[in-house]
């Protein structure tokens, strides 16, 4: 755990707040925390219980994991109806009903379409119409039925698979807020990956947590900044998971309705009240573009969002409801983009 001092001394108080940060690998990405507190052992204290969530979390939604529900899902779905517990039912209920409402652009369902497109083994290739075919009769989210009543999970088709991860990192981030806050703690800022943050009350003295949104083409250059307070922030983008064939970029970003890569987008950044929704919406509103997904935020209650369309060397942005502000250049920011991972050329 790493210390830092800044400052923080309020009226009446004896001992100024400082900023302590704590960091591990979780759910394939890097979850930190910045939480603000008096002393130490309160920050340990607090640290503990949010990385033995997220830990539980990932026990319980990960498909990397045989002794996971949701693997047991997987295996046993196509088969007979599964009862599973609330938690993870609740989860898979969500996610349908953002496949609902995103027209099928969100679909936790596409991991046969990611297979055939070599995003699952990080070569990247082109598949074969017969390939693709296979897939997408293997996808589709209204293939998943549930019975509230019985707490059951059934697919209609037998190669359906759920994979959770697009919205399973956002629920975790909202979990351990949760946590932080049942610790007594309100300064924190929960970061998942760079990709899904969480900004819970602001710093001392400040008057919320800066920050920054890269240019998909060159980190180092900023499109634009926010300061966030109590709300969560997603990016997704096409410049992290790719492979290029005969000069043409395919990401990893997949329309489920197409059976392809999203092409035009390069990234999209959203805010929402809650990082399951800023999680699973960041990705559908990247595939829907900007006006389908103007159309979708609009029923999401505060959000805000950001389309930056065309190419790395000629972009254009395109906003929904977007909150910029100037930054303080004093202060601390923090960086909201995707994982950098390029994949090997297909053949």
Same mark, same amino acid.
């Not at 979850?31 to 539980?56: D, G, K, M, P, S």
């Not at 697009?166 to 979990?175: E, H, Q, S």
């Not at 929960?190 to 240019?215: C, E, L």
């Not at 300061?227 to 790719?242: I, R």
């Given at each position: $755990? ?24 979780? $759910? ?195 499109? !634009? ?13 096409? !410049? ?13 970003? $997949? ?93």
């Amino acid at each position: $755990m790493n210390k830092m001092r800044e400052q923080s001394a309020g009226a009446g108080e004896t001992k100024a707040a400082e900023l302590f940060v704590h960091s591990g690998h979780a $759910m394939g990405t890097l979850f930190t925390i910045y939480l603000y507190a008096h002393e130490q052992e309160l920050a340990e204290v607090a640290f503990e219980a949010a990385f033995q969530e997220i830990e539980r979390i990932e026990e319980a939604l990960s498909n990397y994991r045989a002794s996971s529900e949701l693997s047991r899902i997987n295996r046993l779905a196509a088969r007979q109806e599964v009862t599973t517990d609330p938690e993870v039912f609740s989860l898979i209920v969500a996610s349908l009903e953002f496949s609902r409402r995103s027209g099928g652009a969100f679909d936790a369902t596409v991991g046969p379409l990611m297979r055939a497109w070599g995003f699952f083994n990080g070569e990247g290739r082109y598949p074969t119409e017969g390939e693709l075919h296979h897939a997408r009769e293997n996808v589709g989210w209204e293939k998943v039925q549930l019975d509230v009543a019985a707490r059951t999970v059934h697919f209609s088709a037998a190669g359906i698979e759920l994979d959770l991860g697009a919205i399973g990192k956002g629920y975790a981030v909202d979990r351990v807020v949760q946590v932080l806050r049942e610790a007594g703690a309100a300064a924190a800022l929960v970061d998942a990956g760079s990709s899904t943050i969480y900004a819970m009350d602001p710093p001392p003295g400040k008057n919320g947590w800066t920050v920054r949104i890269p240019n998909p083409a060159d980190r180092s250059q900023m499109v !634009t900044t926010v300061t966030l307070q109590n709300v969560s922030l997603s990016t997704s983008g096409t !410049t992290e998971k790719f492979f290029e064939l005969e000069g043409r970029r395919y990401s990893h970003v $997949m329309d489920p309705r197409r059976g392809r890569p999203v092409h035009g987008v390069l990234q999209t950044t959203l805010v929402a009240a809650d990082a399951t929704t800023s999680d699973a919406l960041s990705n559908a509103i990247f595939v829907m573009g900007p006006e389908a997904g103007k159309k979708l935020l609009a029923t999401v209650p505060d959000s805000w969002g950001l389309w930056i369309l065309g190419e790395p060397g000629a972009q254009r942005l395109v906003e929904w409801n977007w909150q910029h502000t100037a930054g303080d250049a004093t202060s601390e920011q923090y960086v909201a983009a995707p994982q950098k991972e390029r994949l090997n050329e297909g053949t």
